[in-house]
């Protein structure tokens, strides 16, 4: 059977990232996160972002990093602002609404909301004391559509929300496939700036699991130890986050593995296009194709992708590349789209 | 400087379980535990604790098993008694009450609470309406304090709360240190039947993170896979942790670990009795010992131990072992205590 | 001034309902709702509409009467399915999230949600682990413009529920007001067989405060007077809000007082129709009228009434009438109409 | 049947207070705590207790105003420390844990805790980060067993509560009976100063329902307003509860209706005195007296009282009287104590 393109997070993790939690195997580090380790991932993480004040919290995944970062800003009566593909609206078992805070929609443009958007949004709840008091704006880049942010895009939505108190959290779940895009032109210094908070993701970029959140707002960051052990987040061995952030931007080999995942992405827009198959836009290694019914199940059935969505005689079925995706396995992908083509 | 005794989860795995990480590093798997080693775990486990209809569900760390356990068992009305020593009163920065349910506590004997004290403590409640339900009991064996049930106090917990309708669950932080203690008459197979939930942990026994959540009774299994990824603890690489349970559980790998740290313990009390340091009464690898107050501190800064209660005069602090201290680290500590005895 | 149309809720009480409590108001009487008056309205309240075995729970408002029943009935991974319209959605200050539960918005259709749009939005969820579970349908009735539900339609949207295990629970803040109208043809008595819940508004039909909540689902009763308390909202003297629905349903009284503001609502609705003012449907105490802008803002400021929609040259008003408004208030507004026509 | 002397919320109001209900009747105000009334009684409330710029919030129950305060005050990581024997930790059904708050007992003193208390309790935390933080300070006043506090013994917990970053606040479900005890020193205008919030309670005092809170700190008072609504606690009404309040401080009512309550303790106090019965020491409206347990269960039979503490061949029950208690009431229970004394 060939190789599957389901998700960028059904390979353990790169072979550099196992080696360095070998190497540290019978050292004896401190405990909860307070380790030599994640000090030092931490300042990596701070100098490749431009973040040099910030707070850098290690955690075991991104729906739970979603939910700490937005239960620390928000108030009971205070909502977020989300596209309504937005992760945290669609895929996490209505983890923010769980825990107390109500998500407020804005229909997605390509995956994507706009600072206009916010804007009208905001405006329309008149600041009435009988609605949910908008708070905080969530996006996610690379989004859940594969599509990225451009940096003056984020610096306008930056711009509304200091203009309407609002804070900014980037989901960044896949924030490597977006810096590293070839459509890329978002600094990540500037996100050391231009956010709140935001989440460098390591599940899905080649790490064992482990997100590393990044808080701007030092008004956010206070107490965050404590509140991250109330949610019952807090691991006793953080040092098994921290050896494999170190070892992920010691050297580059986050956005090494994010650019290989994106390149081999590339490869097969281009193999589709070229066999004009339907295509959304995407520059990550997140790719949206639509087939006939038939053999969209065939590639589904080969290729482990998911269904996307359903348009009754078609199917949009996703295909994402991986830190661990190679040539051959691509060539594989197009030679089946190659002699099942219609 | 010397081998610290600190805790057992300051060093990051034992290499059989690395090893076990390696091996599959590079093999797709399903996400969300869905996988097959996960699977095989789950009945190793359930084989271990005799357990054959149990549902196993691997979680990140024991705090977040408790708060999953306890806030899927409990309505806002209803609480859960506990030990006063108990981690969920004491050490988990109120996670439980942070969640939404009281804690009512009983006053520990050595680290434990009888079948007697929680009929009592019910009947104080006099099922009066304006008062919280007692709904649950929640132990860990072994204790805060290193101490462990014996087989007929958990079957009379366990009648006690069949009884008053009240849920068993037995946080096992430390269950591998308590069923491989010398004084244990405990069968692991007991476990399947004589609560409603217990878990199994592996932070404090060698694995690099993971507990393993074993829910006996199926009212409290239902669903909690979607309760999981509500509370923010659905890990996508669920593999990550299913295979280091694997591993432990094979070839009973789990209780080796246990026992070595036990033994490694017994040969420090032994030590220490003999050069005439008063310790508290624990048969697993926790040891309270008490010294006048600056040789406490000079174990504390030699050996990290941790301040456990200070008398005044005297300290009790606590020595940890872990499944990787050896006999020359054991050798090392019973030298510097016959050199500083007084 | 002339008399205010702004809501009917800004007079106290019905002249009758204040008698009552001054006839009873130096007996003593039983707390915490378990006197015989509240026992007495419980039994008026079951007979009138056919529901001899639900349980009958007095509350002091809708916010916390639809938060009760919600936070009682749903697990934190369930939804909530309610119109876009829904109070629950805009006009709670997020009271339903706030407390941990997600709501599923359907487009309204004049205020109102069909069988099928339930039926295709649960459809769309695929019963998928990671997204919330649909769980329940909330509808008012009548709804947030006015408008009715007929029985089938209910009878409709009870079949979906019962067939995709959802609960069905009716918000009546205004049901006085629904049953009353001239085009209902729901009985009462139907309510205690087609939903788990409904509410009977008492504080915007003329009672000083209160509502009374009908639970017909044994389940959901099922220790619903902890859940009051633990969410601070049992009344101390219970017996203040069970006087007055006794003395509301002792002898039709609520039926009289939404008939007389339905009655005066169709007269304004009928002078409106023959100056030619566009009015939305609406067959009970609010009216939707839209003007040019400068006469709308006229009439808010001389009637108070609440702007509903701006449309930017014209706006969008509500006139509601109430338990005490009287023909020459009615006639004072269409004089007004009549003198300010454009 | 005698009158019973079960509580002091079992008759309905004073007259008084139904008489301002009954002139405003027919009048229109503003919803939700914006009318006149409100304004004017949070006004003579503020010159009551000496609190020029606090802010006071009306709300329905003792619960939920304890419920509210104590939400909006604390983070999920922090607790409220509180007597044993305080009203949140015994008599609420964990409403405050139930909204994600733990409370952290110190053991009464008749009902009571002391400053030196509240420090050691806080030293014992240590600050440590895996442990609640200790953050609030809740007391009540008078107390769940009619004690009161004296100025100084206030002034030193306030002193405590700011050096230790705690916040102050008093519950007074039944202030009015400690403000006008015969042993009470505590000036109402002190309660402006000396704590962060601390509530009026008009339930136990003759008010048909309601609560006053008022805050003087800002920084809780911030946003109270959508936190009630957000918490289901806003009533449409709001200035039912406004009038009541402004009946029962204009001209001070409140003070005289808690006063003759007191007066009617204190003759059955010294009655039971007399007779050689043996009461606990309480300078306000609720007597604590111990009996046989033949001759207890007799009291309870005919006066309504509820048992407090069974000591096997005695018990203590609980007598209380209200602002409708008349001398012939008292006279008809000391006649009882005179002829089964034993």
Same mark, same amino acid.
């Given at each position: 059977m060939g190789k599957r393109?389901? &998700?960028?997070?059904?390979?353990?993790?790169?072979p550099f990232i196992l080696k360095a939690l070998m190497e540290h195997s019978s050292e004896q580090n401190e405990a909860y996160g307070l380790d030599v380790h994640s000090r030092k991932a931490a300042q990596y993480i701070k100098d490749a972002f431009g973040a040099p004040s910030a707070e850098v919290f290690f955690l075991a995944g991104g729906t739970q990093t979603n939910l700490l970062l937005i239960s620390k800003a928000l108030r009971h009566f205070e909502g977020v602002i989300s596209a309504d593909t937005g992760h945290i609206n669609v895929h996490e078992t209505a983890a923010v609404e769980g825990s107390g805070y109500k998500i407020i929609t804005i229909p997605n443009i390509n995956g994507k909301i706009t600072a206009k958007q916010v804007e009208e949004k905001v405006a329309s709840? &008149? #600041? #009435?004391?009988h609605m949910v008091r908008p708070r905080m704006v969530y996006i996610s880049n690379s989004t859940e559509l594969g599509t990225i942010y451009t940096e003056s895009e984020l610096a306008e939505i930056c711009g509304v929300c200091k203009k309407l108190n609002l804070y900014f959290f980037i989901d960044g779940a896949r924030l490597g496939s977006a810096l590293t895009s070839s459509e890329n032109d978002l600094k990540p210094s500037a996100l050391g700036k231009l956010c709140d908070a935001f989440y460098v993701g390591g599940t899905k970029n080649g790490l064992l699991f482990g997100e590393a959140l990044v808080i701007n707002n030092p008004e956010l960051a206070k107490d965050f130890r404590r509140h991250i052990k109330n949610k019952g987040a807090?691991?006793?061995?953080g040092y098994a986050v921290g050896i494999q952030f170190e070892a992920a931007f010691e050297n580059g080999l986050y956005f090494e593995l994010a650019k290989k995942a994106n390149v081999m992405a590339d490869l097969i827009k281009k193999g589709f296009k070229e066999f004009g198959i339907d295509i959304l836009p995407?520059?990550? &290694?997140q790719i949206f194709a639509t087939f006939e019914k038939e053999s969209a199940l065939l590639y589904i059935k080969t290729?482990?992708?998911?269904?996307?969505?359903?348009?009754g005689e078609k199917l949009t079925i996703r295909f994402v590349t991986s830190f661990l995706t190679e040539e051959p396995d691509v060539n594989e992908l197009l030679e089946f789209a190659s002699s099942h083509r219609k």
């Amino acid at each position: 059977m060939g190789k599957r393109f389901r &998700n960028d997070y059904c390979e353990l993790a790169h072979p550099f990232i196992l080696k360095a939690l070998m190497e540290h195997s019978s050292e004896q580090n401190e405990a909860y996160g307070l380790d030599v380790h994640s000090r030092k991932a931490a300042q990596y993480i701070k100098d490749a972002f431009g973040a040099p004040s910030a707070e850098v919290f290690f955690l075991a995944g991104g729906t739970q990093t979603n939910l700490l970062l937005i239960s620390k800003a928000l108030r009971h009566f205070e909502g977020v602002i989300s596209a309504d593909t937005g992760h945290i609206n669609v895929h996490e078992t209505a983890a923010v609404e769980g825990s107390g805070y109500k998500i407020i929609t804005i229909p997605n443009i390509n995956g994507k909301i706009t600072a206009k958007q916010v804007e009208e949004k905001v405006a329309s709840f &008149n #600041d #009435d004391e009988h609605m949910v008091r908008p708070r905080m704006v969530y996006i996610s880049n690379s989004t859940e559509l594969g599509t990225i942010y451009t940096e003056s895009e984020l610096a306008e939505i930056c711009g509304v929300c200091k203009k309407l108190n609002l804070y900014f959290f980037i989901d960044g779940a896949r924030l490597g496939s977006a810096l590293t895009s070839s459509e890329n032109d978002l600094k990540p210094s500037a996100l050391g700036k231009l956010c709140d908070a935001f989440y460098v993701g390591g599940t899905k970029n080649g790490l064992l699991f482990g997100e590393a959140l990044v808080i701007n707002n030092p008004e956010l960051a206070k107490d965050f130890r404590r509140h991250i052990k109330n949610k019952g987040a807090m691991l006793a061995k953080g040092y098994a986050v921290g050896i494999q952030f170190e070892a992920a931007f010691e050297n580059g080999l986050y956005f090494e593995l994010a650019k290989k995942a994106n390149v081999m992405a590339d490869l097969i827009k281009k193999g589709f296009k070229e066999f004009g198959i339907d295509i959304l836009p995407s520059p990550t &290694n997140q790719i949206f194709a639509t087939f006939e019914k038939e053999s969209a199940l065939l590639y589904i059935k080969t290729f482990g992708c998911e269904l996307w969505e359903d348009h009754g005689e078609k199917l949009t079925i996703r295909f994402v590349t991986s830190f661990l995706t190679e040539e051959p396995d691509v060539n594989e992908l197009l030679e089946f789209a190659s002699s099942h083509r219609k």
